[in-house]
């Protein structure tokens, strides 16, 4: 960050830019995590990041969680972590510390969220498996469809815009 920077810049969730950090090999990201080959967040502009720094692997045992610099002992982490929901609580820390620091009309700052949510593993808790199961029972296609009627109805489409062809 340039000191003269006036907005304060923060990421969470994965980076996984900073070269390769192979899940299986925590030996591997722990002695290259920082070096000139696998830079981090905060050194590439970011002042603070708090996520991963590849791109997959467990939401419940998140290979190499970093805060800023520090990687994350996974044994100080609450039983029921789960990665996609602590993204976006520190998404939300973030804004809190940002609006909290300047106050809310001067809280100049660029966040930067990246899930892993679409990316493999697909894991999640399974009250909100259980929620969905069901869901795709009628196929992808009777979906897409019913969820273009539902933006139209709500006003956040034009009742005029038709669904788009499907993707063949």
């Known amino acids: 960050q340039a000191p003269s920077q006036p907005y304060h810049t923060w990421m969470t969730g994965k980076w996984h830019v900073g070269g390769d950090y192979p899940p299986n090999l925590p030996n591997h990201w722990k002695q ?3 070096d ?3 830079p981090l ?8 990041h708090f996520g991963t720094l590849g791109g997959g692997g467990s939401y419940y045992d998140p290979p190499s969680l970093i805060r800023n610099e520090e990687l ?3 044994e100080t982490l609450p039983d029921d972590f789960y ?3 602590a993204i976006n609580d520190e998404a939300c820390r973030q804004i809190r510390a ?3 620091k300047k106050g809310a009309s001067e809280a100049p700052f660029f966040g930067y969220v990246a899930h892993c949510a679409p990316h493999w593993p697909l894991h999640a ?3 909100r498996i259980a929620k969905h199961r069901g869901r795709y029972r009628n196929g992808w296609d009777a979906l897409r469809i019913e969820r273009h009627a539902k933006l139209q109805e709500l006003g956040l489409i034009k009742k005029n815009w038709e669904c788009s062809p499907r993707d063949e």
């Open 32 to 34: 290259h995590a920082g």
């Open 36 to 38: 000139v080959h696998h």
């Open 41 to 48: 967040p905060v050194q590439r502009g970011f002042d603070e």
């Open 72 to 74: 994350v002992c996974m």
């Open 83 to 85: 990665y996609t929901d």
């Open 98 to 100: 940002c609006v909290e």
């Open 125 to 127: 808790p399974p009250e």
